[in-house]
């Protein structure tokens, strides 16, 4: 069965077709970064690299890890994000205006199709838009804000079925705790989930 996942891959890897295992290098279209793994992380790897960001329109940041910023320390890193972000001319920038996985979406940034990277563990929330999202770290990053291109192994999927119609009172949250309960915390790691059946339509 060819999956979302590989479909999205392949057209940034500019592949007809990709397998699970598969080793590819992408273009991304979209890279965010927060005030906590952001600026402060890569820049001074962008700086020995003598580089700078890519495409300033593809790259999204937020802070919201920091905020307020109650410290001398969280003050710091909240002005090196400003300030970086007006060193890259960067336009998509969203300061203490909520949790960056809610501010892409609600800003129009994340829409069907698109291969996104985040600086952030949660950063796979971006597929329920239809965009292949996952997370990198800051070394990770620093090599996509310089070249704009990412490699990867191709994931394997796990597709989950949901058929019928949900009970009273229960949620898409209810849902979601009882993948986990069924795979464990642990279950899905460095794979796609893919959901499908009458109850997701």
């Known amino acids: 069965m ?27 279209d979209l890279a ?10 890569v820049k001074p790897m962008l700086e020995r690299l003598g580089r700078r960001v890519w ?30 972000v007006r060193d890259e001319e960067i336009a998509n920038f969203y300061d203490q205006q909520g949790i960056c996985h809610v501010v892409l979406p609600e800003r129009g940034h ?5 291969f996104c990277v985040g600086g952030d563990s949660h950063s796979p929330t971006g597929g329920a838009f239809g965009a292949y999202m996952f997370g990198v770290g ?3 990053m620093a090599g996509v ?16 079925q949901w058929n019928n119609s949900l ?3 229960v949620t898409a949250k209810d849902m979601m705790l009882a993948v986990c309960g069924e795979i464990g915390m642990g279950g899905g790691r460095y794979q796609a989930i893919q959901y499908a059946g009458t109850a997701i339509r």
């Open 2 to 28: 060819e999956t979302l996942a590989r479909k999205l891959i392949a057209r940034a890897a500019g592949q007809p077709g990709v397998s699970a295992g598969d080793v590819v290098i992408c273009k991304v």
């Open 145 to 160: 804000l310089a070249t704009g291109e990412i490699w990867l192994r191709v994931p394997e999927t796990i597709l989950i």
């Open 55 to 84: 495409d300033r329109d593809r790259v999204v940041v937020v802070t919201d890890h920091y905020v307020p910023a109650d410290t001398e320390e969280t003050r710091a890193i909240q002005a090196l994000t400003r300030q970086w």
């Open 32 to 41: 965010m970064i927060h005030d906590s793994g952001g600026p402060r992380r």
């Open 138 to 140: 800051a070394t990770e």
């Open 167 to 169: 009970g009273a009172c």
């Open 110 to 114: 994340l829409s069907p199709g698109m």
